[in-house]
């Protein structure tokens, strides 16, 4: 069976502060994809990133960073510098064989960045 | 490039009416998912199309809901009867493949009264 859990339901920070949103997952997979997803007050899912599992390299895109340490089944991600536009609920995700491919999503963090 | 499409984006029904939603895929992509996202909660798969045939409708209760995707393009999705629980958001989703990236549209939010 495929889990995640996102343990944080809601962030707050003013504008410019750091913000780490954790995620970690179960899985009794060897190879498995990680995602996370953004979903603005529009609704709409936005698709942030893709990491394999046998990726552990961190990633940086602008402002958004990616920590994935499989030791910890983690994939954790910051915002610097958050700016209210940040403001969202985003969702970490796995997809593995187990699970025959489908998205499992957790439940979501909400992140409101105050001016 | 157009987005997943789906229409309406708010439907306001009473228990034990039909409610049908309709999805317009990405241009060229052959996988078509449905998902229903209650509040506070990720989203979680009703049913996935290949082109035009269901390969995964596990999730789907058959008793009430129904879906199809007769031109392996635009999809349709129906409850009949809806009831109170059936609340919720319904998001559409493509991907070129089974193993790519999925696009999700802004979702349809039912309210059953």
């Known amino acids: 069976a495929q889990k995640v859990t996102q343990a944080q339901t809601e962030i707050s920070v003013v504008e410019k502060e750091d913000v780490t949103l954790d995620c970690v997952y179960e899985?009794?997979?060897?190879?498995?994809?990680l995602f996370w997803y953004k979903q603005p007050p529009s609704g709409e899912l936005v698709f942030l990133i893709r990491?394999?599992?046998?990726?552990?390299q961190n990633e940086i895109s602008g402002r958004y960073s990616w920590n994935f340490q499989k030791s910890t089944s983690s994939f954790n991600f910051t915002i610097t510098a958050s700016q209210v536009v940040d403001s969202a609920v985003y969702f970490c995700?796995?997809?593995?064989?187990?699970?025959?491919?489908?998205?499992?999503f957790g439940a979501g963090t909400t992140v409101t960045v105050r001016a | 490039e157009a987005g997943v499409v789906q229409s309406p984006r708010y439907k306001i029904i009473e228990k034990k009416q039909p409610v049908a939603f309709w999805c317009n895929p990405i241009s060229g992509h052959n996988t078509l998912y449905w998902y229903l996202q209650n509040l506070g909660q990720g989203p979680e798969l009703l049913i996935r199309?290949?082109?035009?045939?269901?390969?995964?409708d596990s999730q789907l209760p058959k008793d009430r809901f129904s879906a199809e995707r007769l031109k392996g393009v635009d999809s349709t999705l129906k409850i009949q009867p809806a009831e109170l629980g059936d609340s919720a958001v319904y998001l559409c989703a493509s991907s070129f493949n089974e193993g790519g990236e999925q696009y999700f549209g802004p979702g349809t939010r039912l309210t059953v009264t």
């Open positions: 899985t009794r997979d060897t190879t498995y994809y």
């Open positions: 990491r394999n599992s046998f990726d552990e």
């Open positions: 995700a796995l997809k593995g064989l187990s699970n025959d491919y489908k998205l499992s």
């Open positions: 199309y290949e082109n035009e045939e269901a390969v995964d």
